[in-house]
Nanobody, 126 residues
Framework: QVQLVESGGGLVQTGGSLRLSCAASGRTFSSRAMGWFRQAPGKEREFVASISASGGSTSYADSVKGRFTIVRDDAKNTVYLQMNSLKPEDTAVYSC???????????????????WGQGTQVTVSS
């Protein structure tokens, strides 16, 4: 089992920045790819970013490319999402997710992830 706890959400003005953190339990963090998803009110959960188990490969939704960066720190069992140039349309609950053990490649679909955090609210005011 893997438990994920997100932090770092909050209220920010348009153009501002936030860094989300996702702390994972367990000893197999480094052997699985990780991802971030978001869900706005009345909308389906959507992919934001993913990072491979090695950290050498990343994938981003077109809507956040060039603005968001996903990184991982295996020594801390933590994955981060640095969000810059935030827009009101980025407002959502952001959740991190972990793939099953030894699923090392990035993934963009909800069903490809086995474990989910509770989420953290990000609100961007105009």
């Amino acid at each position: 089992q893997v438990q994920l706890v997100e932090s770092g959400g909050g209220l920010v003005q348009t153009g501002g920045s936030l860094r989300l953190s996702c702390a994972a339990s367990g000893r197999t963090f480094s052997s699985r790819a990780m991802g971030w998803f978001r869900q706005a009110p009345g909308k389906e959960r959507e992919f934001v970013a993913s990072i491979s188990a090695s950290g050498g490969s990343t994938s981003y939704a077109d809507s956040v490319k060039g603005r968001f960066t996903i990184v991982r720190d295996d020594a801390k069992n933590t994955v981060y999402l640095q969000m810059n140039s935030l827009k009101p349309e980025d407002t959502a609950v952001y959740s991190c997710a972990a793939r099953k053990d030894l699923r090392i490649a990035t993934a963009t679909r909800v069903y490809e992830y086995a474990y989910w955090g509770q989420g953290t609210q990000v609100t961007v005011s105009s």
